[in-house]
């Protein structure tokens, strides 16, 4: 139904420990009416489960928190990641207490937020924002009315009667400013008369309305009415009815905030001082003891870690005069407790510097979500250098302890009478004490200072882990957030699938009704069929009577069977040998035919000879032409230049020579026609004889190819005389064998022909592996005897008349 994420805290022995962030989902079964709150780590780790019914109390407190009791009667507290996820939450709830009543008969009430104030009561004037749905399919379905698009809020008075009765219940109790889901059954609300056009009859309606303005019955006065708009106007403290655990966890801020100011509590670490020390206070761990001769202070304040340095008792010289030799001495003995006082400070300067960065180190380890392995580990071991660095200031404190009181002894006795040699070895022994005492100091400074280097390491380490666990609390959110995701999309694909295996239904109902219409129908036909297979049944019965008289004529016929057997023999005889003499010719038609075959191919290659000689003689035709038209343009070029020779002879010389060139010329022109009369006779005479070639072979050609037409027409026409001499002597023997065939059947066996033919024809309508009804068989067998009965009827008929006119 619904899943979210929340942190989550278990109350044990009236403290709430926090379990960090788990997925909160409200799970229901709508056929069974069982719905319940699961508290869940992961798929397959559960954390705890709460059974939802109408009398389960799920409450809501402010700052998003939500608490609950399970089946363990555990107590349980939510925190939601936002105000719309956690009213989300309390609608599913509410959802699932109205769907898990059998009847509905109580006004199921759930806060979404509380509000401030007292609770509303009867006689009391509220102004209320409203929306309502209808309850379908054990959910929030259509909206009939909301004024949330209206300028006005609803006005009413609880008590008035103006309202249903469910809604002055479901107002009871309520908060201004608050907001809350109000489910009410059909019994009071508007019942089986419902709103026409709106509300259906018996209808469940579901209201979410927010208390905008409340005026009590007992504000009478105008300053009442002041008063209450004061307080509207300022939030009232919290109600005495909150559980005091609440407090506890809306003083702790939210994971992301805590996880937000750890740099800034690392960089400040004084910001939360006087919280830490009263928290190890109370663990029973101080930061360090305390000295003798320091006054007590209170822990509520810083202050009482910031102690000045220990009093030391100065050695102040005795009033009365002393002796010169002695001055020195005490002058050289009187500054020593100043220098104790001097060295005295560093330690617990040192011990400041550790207790800030344990203030540090507990700071970051209290704001570490859950209590895993890792943070007791380095709890117990700031401990134990806390523990170490108490011990060294401790015996510090002890030397400096004996030291004083060394020296309120030599204070109190204020004798200077005593011998020079005794002061000098006591100073002496005092001065050995303190030197030994700085060194040790100087020892322990180097110590601390070891120490407070490895707590910076282990600090750099845990605030590395603390941003390390960070990250992945923030990858877990961001799974969890997807997965959330993913069940959200999950849930929306199964809505689809259930709409439409409602219109599957839908469909499937109006299929059932025409399938039983159908069914009557075939019922109906199955009936005449059934009468139908009765009048079948008294024909057949006729039809074996028939069958009976029949078997009486076959006696009388079996006689004529053996003559006519003995006939058939001879005429299979006959029919043999007429076989193999069609086989024989059918021999000799293949042979001419391949004969033929021969001729075609032979006609065919002769044919493509003469082609190619065509080919041949057009393209040497061609280069001969080419050869003339090379030869001609030659002997042009030949005569154009002795034509200019004989311009220019005609231009240059005399007559005589003009003479003597017209003369050479006219028989360069004879000769020249001569050769080219000689040239083209020869051509000619070439092409003349290559042409009478070409023209023989192709006469060749064509002389045989008439003669191989002429034998193969002859040769068709033999081929298609003895193929028609044989079809007819085949069908004149089919006909005589039919004949004789038909002459020698008997009746008996063509009986027996029709049986088997109707078993063999029952046979293929039934299957051996299959059941039949008796109906269907006996519908099948009727078929299929009426046509057998209806041929046999016919042939029988025909047999006789013929008998009857031959005898």
């Known amino acids: 139904m619904k899943s979210c994420t929340a942190f989550v805290s278990h109350s044990i022995n009236g403290q709430y420990v926090k379990q960090g962030k788990l997925g909160a ?17 992961s798929q397959q780790k559960q954390v705890t489960a709460a059974r939802i019914h109408t009398g389960f109390v799920f409450t809501v407190q402010p700052n998003n928190y939500c608490t609950f009791y399970d089946d363990q009667r555990q107590n349980w507290s939510l925190m939601f990641e936002s105000e719309k996820a956690s009213s989300d939450f309390c609608k599913e709830v509410s959802l699932a207490k109205a769907n898990s009543a059998t009847c509905l008969d109580t006004v199921v009430v759930q806060d979404l937020s509380l509000g401030e104030g007292q609770g509303v009561e009867n006689g009391d004037s509220l102004e209320v924002l409203y929306t309502g749905w209808l309850l379908q399919n054990h959910t929030i379905g259509q909206m009939f009315d909301s004024n949330h698009n209206k300028e006005k809020l609803l006005r009413l008075k609880i008590g008035a009667g103006k309202v249903i009765k469910g809604w002055e219940e479901g107002m009871l109790g309520m908060k201004k400013a608050g907001r809350r889901l109000i489910i009410i059954p059909p019994n009071l609300g508007y019942g089986s ?166 203030q540090s180190i507990v700071v970051i380890l209290l704001f570490s979500s859950g209590s895993s392995d890792l943070t007791a580990f380095l709890m117990t071991e700031a401990r134990q250098y806390n523990t170490e660095v108490r011990l060294a200031v401790g015996k510090v404190a002890d030397k400096v302890d004996q030291l004083t009181a060394k020296m309120d002894d030599l204070q109190r006795q204020g004798n200077l009478s005593m011998a020079v040699s005794s002061m000098s070895m006591e100073t002496s022994m005092i001065m050995h004490n303190i030197q030994r005492i700085v060194q040790e100091n100087e020892c322990l400074k180097k110590e601390v200072f070891e120490k407070s280097s490895r707590i910076e390491e282990q600090n750099c380490k845990i605030g590395e882990l603390i941003n390390q666990n960070q990250r992945y609390m923030e990858q877990s959110h961001l799974l969890l ?152 343009k030659s002997n042009q070029q030949e005569f154009d230049n002795l034509r200019a020779q004989l311009r220019k002879a005609r231009t240059s010389t005399d007559s005589a020579v003009s003479e003597q060139l017209s003369q050479l010329q006219t028989e360069l022109d004879e000769d020249w026609k001569r050769k080219c009369e000689q040239m083209l006779a020869s051509a000619k005479d070439q092409h003349s004889t290559e042409l009478a070639d070409v023209t023989e072979q192709r006469d060749a050609l064509q002389d045989k190819l008439t003669q191989l037409e002429e034998k193969y027409a002859a040769l068709d026409k033999q081929g298609v005389a003895v193929k028609e001499k044989l079809e007819r002597r085949i069908t004149e023997l089919k006909e005589k064998l039919a004949e004789q065939q038909s002459e020698a059947s008997c009746l008996y066996l063509q009986v027996k022909r029709v049986m088997n033919g109707v078993f063999h024809s029952l046979r293929g309508e039934f299957d051996l592996s299959e059941s039949y009804t008796g109906q269907a068989v006996l519908a099948v067998i009727v078929t299929t005897i009426k046509v057998s009965s209806a041929s046999t009827a016919s042939a029988v008929s025909n047999h006789c008349s013929t008998l009857s006119s031959t005898y």
Not at 204 to 210: A, P, Q, S
Not at 343 to 348: A, E, S
Not at 575 to 596: H, T
Request: some cysteine; overall charge neutral.
């Open 25 to 41: 989902a409200a799970l229901g079964n709508h056929a069974s009416k069982e719905y319940k709150i699961l508290l869940y780590l």
């Open 193 to 358: 008369k419902g709103v026409p056009g709106c509300i259906p009859s018996n209808s469940t309606l579901i209201f979410e309305t927010e208390l905008r303005r409340v005026k009590f019955s007992k504000d009478s006065s105008s300053d009442r009415a002041s008063a209450s708009s004061r307080d509207s106007a300022a939030p009232s403290p919290a109600p005495s009815s909150v559980p005091s655990f609440s407090l506890t966890l809306f003083r702790d801020p939210p994971l992301h905030a805590k996880s937000n100011s750890i740099s800034e509590q690392l960089a400040n670490p004084d910001a939360s001082k006087a919280k830490l020390i009263s928290r190890m206070a109370k663990m029973g761990q101080p930061m360090l003891p305390f000295l003798t001769g320091m006054t007590s202070q209170p822990e509520s304040s810083d202050s009482e870690l910031e102690v000045g340095p220990f009093p030391v008792l100065a050695v102040h010289p005795h009033p009365h005069a002393a002796p010169s030799a002695l001055l020195p001495v005490m002058s050289a003995v009187a500054p020593q407790p100043d220098s104790s006082r001097s060295f005295q400070p560093y330690p617990y300067a040192q011990t400041s510097m550790v207790q800030s960065q344990l």
């Open 481 to 632: 957030e997807q997965r959330n995701d993913s069940l959200k999309s999950s849930s929306e694909q199964n809505q689809a699938r259930l709409l439409q295996a409602e219109k599957d239904k839908v469909r499937l109902t109006e299929d059932l009704a025409s399938s039983t219409a159908r069914l009557s129908q075939l019922q109906l036909e199955v009936t005449s069929q059934q009468q139908k297979a009765v009048e079948l049944q008294s024909k057949l019965s006729s039809v074996l009577q028939d069958s009976e008289n029949h078997c009486q004529c076959i006696a009388a016929l079996e006689t004529q069977q053996k003559e006519l057997k003995e006939t058939a023999e001879r005429a299979q005889a006959q029919y043999r040998s007429e076989k193999q003499l069609r086989k024989d010719l059918e021999l000799r038609v293949n042979n001419l035919e391949e004969e033929v075959q021969d001729l075609r191919t032979d006609k065919e290659s002769l044919e493509r000879a003469l082609v190619d000689r065509k080919k041949k003689w057009q393209a040497e035709r061609q280069r001969r032409e080419e050869e003339v038209e090379e030869l001609r």
